[in-house]
Nanobody
Framework: QVQVVESGGGLVQAGGSLRLSCAASGRTFNRYAVGWFRQPPGKEREFVAVASWSWTGSTTYYVDSLKGRFTISRDNAKNTVYLQMNSLKPEDTAVYYC?????????????????WGQGTQVTVSS
């Protein structure tokens, strides 16, 4: 049984930063893709970024509009993946979800992921 838990959301002023954490029990991130999605108020869930690890190395991919502001990283010792969000804007306000795939790869669709966290709220004030 894999459990995914996000944390680190909160209220921040525009221009500020937050770091979201994604911890998974029952699975290490060594050979799986971990994605971040978000759901703004009244909108559909959307892809944010993904990182994938395999024996050949790691690969990251970000939605174009967020490149340069958001960064995925991993702490192996803590089996935790982070989403560092800088220069936040009010339009970044959303519930952010971490998702873990059952394979490595650059997956941008929600249906590619088998395990989801409960989400963490990020609110950016203007």
């Amino acid at each position: 049984q894999v459990q995914v838990v996000e944390s680190g959301g909160g209220l921040v002023q525009a221009g500020g930063s937050l770091r979201l954490s994604c911890a998974a029990s029952g699975r290490t991130f060594n050979r799986y893709a971990v994605g971040w999605f978000r759901q703004p108020p009244g909108k559909e869930r959307e892809f944010v970024a993904v990182a994938s690890w395999s024996w050949t190395g790691s690969t990251t991919y970000y939605v174009d509009s967020l490149k340069g502001r958001f960064t995925i990283s991993r702490d192996n010792a803590k089996n935790t993946v982070y989403l560092q969000m800088n220069s936040l804007k009010p339009e970044d306000t959303a519930v952010y979800y971490c998702a873990v795939a059952t394979d490595s790869g650059i997956y941008t669709q929600a249906y590619d992921y088998g395990y989801w966290g409960q989400g963490t709220q990020v609110t950016v004030s203007s």
